[in-house]
C-alpha cells in the first residue's frame, strides 16, 4: 500500500514538473494530464483502503469491499479533466497557425503588451 | 421549508436551463439572461430579508450539502446585480448567442459556489467556472485572448488538482465532503485545498495571473471578474474560517498579505485596467481579514470594481501619462469620482459603510497594517480622480450605459442602510484623514513618481512555479 502511494504521488510530481520544464505546450498539457491522472490514481488506493473487492450487490458478505464513494466523485474528475485538456488543446490547435513551433515562451512573448 | 428548497432548486437549475436554450431564441437572449440576473437579485433580497438560514443535504451521509444564510446572501446579491449591469452594457454590442449562453451559465455556476459547503461540489462549480471563464476571455479569438485564457485554464486546473487530493485526504479522515471535516482532517489536506482556493481567489502571490487576464479581457468580462468570479474562489475560505476557527489565522494572514501586495503594486502601475485587477487583489484581503463580515465587504467591492471597469473602457487610453493630457468627458469623470470615492471610503456610498464594519471586526495586529493600505487604496485612486476633464456637449452616449452604472452606483447608495451605525462623527473623521491623507500623498510624492515593479513573476511558468513555493509555505504554516 505504502509503495502504491509512494508510485502514485511520484506520478503526481512527474507531472507538476512537465508543466514547468516542457517548452512545448502541447507536452505541457501532457504534462496536467499525467499530473491529473496520478490525482485520479490516489482517489483509487483511498477507495481501496478497506478491500479491493467490487462493492455489487449479491449473496456474498463478510467480504472486504472497496469504498464506492471516491470512484464515483472522481468519475466526474475524469470528465471534467478530460474535456478541459480537450478544450485548450483545441486552442492550441489555433494558435499554431500563427505561432507553428508552439514554445511557450514564444507565444508568451508574441502575446504579452510588455514583453 | 419543503417550498423554499424546492424554489433553491429551481433558481439553482434555472441559469443552466435557460443557458442552453438561449440558442434557441436569438432575438430574446439578451432579455432571458437579465432576466436569470433580476432572478438572483430578488432571490438574494428574499434570502437577505426574510427567510431563516437552511441547508439541504444532497446525498445520504457524505457531507455533500448547500447553505444558505445571511453571508451567501450578500455574495448573491453581488453576484445578480454585477451581472445585471454587464448584460446590460453588451445590449447595443451584438454579442452573439454563444456570448449569453456563457455568461449565463457562468452567473449559475457562481450561485452555486456561493451556496457550496462541501468540497466535493466546490470542485464541480470552481472547475466548471474556469471553463464558462476561458469561453468569454477568447469570445474575441484573437492570438492574445487566446493565450491569455489558455494561461488562466492552465493555472487554475493545475491547482484545482492540488485541491483534490486535499480533497481525497478529508474523506479519508472523515468519510465525508463537508467543510467542517477539515478540523479533523490531517494537515497536508489544509494546506493542499488552500493552495487551490488562494489561487482561484487570486490572493497574494498565488493571484499574479489576475492582472493580465482582468487587464486583456474585454471591459465586460474584466468587470464580471473583478467584481464576482474571482469571489467564488474566496467565498470558500470565508465560508471555511467561519466553520472551523483552527483555520481563521491563517485567513486573516493571507488577507493582510494580499492587501499589501495588492496595494504596493496598484500604487506604482500606470495602466488603468491593470491598476483596477491589482486594486481587486487588494480589496479580496479586505474580505478575507475580517472573514464574519467579509460578505457585506464583497458586496460593495463588486459592485464598484465593475463600475470602474465598465468607466475604463469607455477612457480614450489606458495609460494615465496619455489620459493627463487628453481630457475625458464630464460624465465620465463624474463616475469615476463616485466609484472611486466609495473605493477609498469616503461617506454617503456603502464603501464607506463596508470599510468601517471591516475594520471594526479586526484583530489588534491587523489594525495598523490595514489602516496603511486604505491609505494606498486612496493614493492609487486619486489617480483616476485627479484626472482632467471637460465638458463635451456633443458627446453621444447609449442609454443602456446609463442603465448599467446606474443599476451598480444605485445599489450602493441603497447597501448603505445595511450597515447604518457606520454613520458616526469619529468614523467620519477618521474616513476624512485616511482619504486627505492618501491624497496629500498623491499629490506630493507619487504623482510625479514612476518606479516600473518587477513583472517577471507574472509569467506563466514562474506563475506554476510559485505553486510548489506557496504549498511548501502552507505546508510550514499549518504544521506549525
Redesign the interface.
Known amino acids: 500500500m505504502f509503495i502504491l502511494e509512494a508510485c502514485v504521488f511520484a506520478v503526481?510530481f512527474i507531472g507538476?514538473f512537465g508543466?514547468?520544464f516542457k517548452q512545448n505546450?502541447i507536452m505541457?498539457i501532457l504534462a496536467?494530464d499525467v499530473?491529473?491522472t496520478g490525482?485520479i490514481a490516489?482517489?483509487i488506493v483511498?477507495a481501496a483502503?478497506g478491500g479491493i473487492f467490487a462493492p455489487i450487490q449479491g449473496e456474498i458478505v463478510g467480504r472486504a469491499y472497496a469504498d464506492p464513494?471516491?470512484q464515483a466523485?472522481i468519475l466526474?474528475?475524469i470528465v471534467?479533466?478530460f474535456?478541459?485538456q480537450a478544450?485548450?488543446l483545441v486552442?492550441?490547435m489555433?494558435?499554431a497557425r500563427?505561432?507553428p513551433t508552439l514554445e511557450?515562451?514564444e507565444?508568451?512573448r508574441?502575446?504579452?503588451?510588455?514583453m | 421549508m419543503d417550498v423554499m428548497a424546492s424554489l433553491t432548486i429551481i433558481w439553482l437549475i434555472l441559469p443552466f436551463m435557460v443557458g442552453f436554450s438561449i440558442y434557441l431564441l436569438p432575438r430574446w437572449n439578451r432579455y432571458f439572461a437579465v432576466a436569470i440576473a433580476a432572478l438572483s437579485v430578488l432571490y438574494g433580497c428574499g434570502q437577505f430579508f426574510g427567510w431563516e438560514p437552511f441547508s439541504l443535504t444532497l446525498t445520504d451521509s457524505?457531507g455533500v450539502t448547500l447553505m444558505f444564510d445571511q453571508l451567501t446572501s450578500y455574495f448573491i446579491l453581488m453576484n445578480g446585480l454585477v451581472t445585471a449591469a454587464v448584460i446590460l452594457y453588451c445590449f447595443d454590442k451584438q454579442k452573439s448567442p454563444f456570448f449569453y449562453t456563457q455568461l449565463v451559465i457562468l452567473h449559475g455556476v457562481v450561485n452555486a459556489a456561493f451556496c457550496c459547503a462541501d468540497l466535493?461540489s466546490l470542485?464541480?462549480a470552481l472547475?466548471?467556472l474556469?471553463?464558462a471563464a476561458?469561453?468569454l476571455i477568447?469570445y474575441p479569438?484573437s492570438?492574445?485572448s487566446?493565450?491569455?485564457?489558455?494561461?488562466y485554464?492552465?493555472v487554475s486546473?493545475?491547482a484545482m488538482?492540488f485541491y483534490?487530493?486535499g480533497t481525497?485526504l478529508v474523506?479519508?479522515a472523515n468519510?465525508s465532503?463537508a467543510f467542517s471535516g477539515l478540523a479533523t482532517a490531517p494537515r497536508e489536506a489544509i494546506a493542499l485545498i488552500f493552495l487551490g482556493l488562494l489561487t482561484k481567489g487570486g490572493i497574494f502571490i498565488s493571484g499574479l495571473w489576475l492582472p493580465?487576464t482582468h487587464g486583456?479581457s474585454e471591459t465586460p468580462i474584466s468587470a464580471l471578474f473583478s467584481g464576482v468570479v474571482v469571489k467564488a474562489g474566496v467565498f470558500p475560505l470565508v465560508r471555511c474560517a467561519l466553520l472551523v476557527p483552527e483555520l481563521e489565522p491563517l485567513v486573516r494572514l493571507f488577507g493582510v498579505g494580499t492587501v499589501l501586495l495588492g496595494v504596493i503594486y496598484a500604487i506604482f502601475e500606470q495602466d488603468t485596467k491593470r491598476l483596477l485587477a491589482f486594486s481587486s487583489i487588494s480589496q479580496l484581503g479586505f474580505v478575507l481579514a475580517a472573514p464574519a463580515v467579509g460578505g457585506f465587504y464583497a458586496l460593495t467591492h463588486g459592485l464598484v470594481k465593475a463600475s470602474l471597469f465598465l468607466t475604463a473602457g469607455q477612457l480614450p487610453s489606458r495609460n494615465f501619462r496619455e489620459l493627463c493630457s487628453q481630457s475625458m468627458p464630464r460624465v465620465f469623470w463624474w463616475v469615476l469620482v463616485l466609484a472611486c470615492a466609495s473605493m477609498s471610503g469616503l461617506p454617503f456610498l456603502a464603501g464607506y459603510s463596508s470599510k468601517i464594519l471591516t475594520m471594526q471586526n479586526l484583530l489588534p495586529w491587523q489594525v495598523w497594517v490595514l489602516n496603511i493600505a486604505a491609505v494606498g487604496t486612496a493614493i492609487a485612486f486619486a489617480k483616476f480622480i485627479f484626472l482632467p476633464c471637460q465638458a463635451q456637449p456633443d458627446l453621444q452616449l447609449k442609454p443602456n450605459l446609463y442603465w448599467a452604472i446606474g443599476v451598480l452606483l444605485g445599489s450602493l447608495f441603497v447597501a448603505n442602510s445595511f450597515y447604518l451605525e457606520a454613520y458616526q462623527p469619529s468614523n467620519l473623521l477618521k474616513a476624512l484623514v485616511t482619504t486627505g491623507a492618501g491624497w496629500l500623498a498623491y499629490g506630493l510624492i507619487f504623482r510625479g513618481l514612476t518606479v516600473k515593479l518587477p513583472?517577471m513573476f507574472e509569467?506563466?511558468?514562474h506563475l506554476?512555479?510559485v505553486m510548489?513555493l506557496v504549498l511548501t509555505g502552507l505546508f510550514w504554516m499549518v504544521l506549525v
Open positions: 503526481i507538476f508543466i514547468i505546450v505541457k496536467m499530473m491529473s490525482a490516489y482517489y483511498v483502503r464513494v471516491p466523485v466526474t474528475g471534467i479533466g474535456s478541459i478544450l485548450m486552442g492550441v489555433k494558435l500563427n505561432n511557450a515562451r507565444i508568451e508574441n502575446n504579452t503588451p510588455w | 457524505f466535493i470542485y464541480v472547475e466548471t474556469g471553463v476561458f469561453l477568447t479569438r492570438d492574445r487566446l493565450w491569455v485564457g489558455l494561461r485554464l492552465f486546473n493545475t488538482l483534490l487530493i481525497a474523506y479519508q468519510h465532503f493580465l486583456e513583472r509569467e506563466f511558468e506554476i512555479g510548489s
